[in-house]
């Protein structure tokens, strides 16, 4: 086995370091992003991690309540009961 599969790509380092940023921004704890997403808490840390993920819908829901579009750029975050937000 090769150390290519076990390391993120560039595109997969930007990517967990943009879900990372906008996570915080966001003041979103990973239990409730994965809530508001609809995925595993789990699936949030490997992301972030810059694991790839095979599932492009639940990629896209993360970043959709995050306020992020697959090319890159921000756009403005649905809107999300605030109190369903965490301070970390």
């Known amino acids: 086995?090769?150390?290519?599969?076990?390391?993120?790509?560039?595109?997969?380092a930007a990517l967990a370091t943009q879900i990372?940023?906008?996570r915080l921004r966001g003041a979103y704890s990973v239990e409730t992003l994965a809530?508001?997403?609809?995925?595993d808490a789990e699936?949030?840390?490997a992301l972030e991690n810059g694991a790839q993920i095979a599932d492009v819908g639940a990629r896209d829901?993360?970043?959709?309540?995050?306020g992020l579009r697959?090319?890159?750029?921000r756009y403005?975050?649905?809107s999300v009961d605030p109190n369903l937000r965490s301070q970390g």
């Open 35 to 39: 809530a508001l997403a609809r995925v």
């Open 43 to 45: 699936l949030i840390t």
């Open 1 to 12: 086995m090769s150390d290519i599969h076990d390391k993120p790509t560039s595109l997969d």
């Open 20 to 22: 990372h940023a906008a």
């Open 70 to 73: 697959p090319d890159g750029h």
């Open 61 to 66: 829901r993360i970043m959709d309540v995050l």
């Open 76 to 78: 403005p975050a649905r």
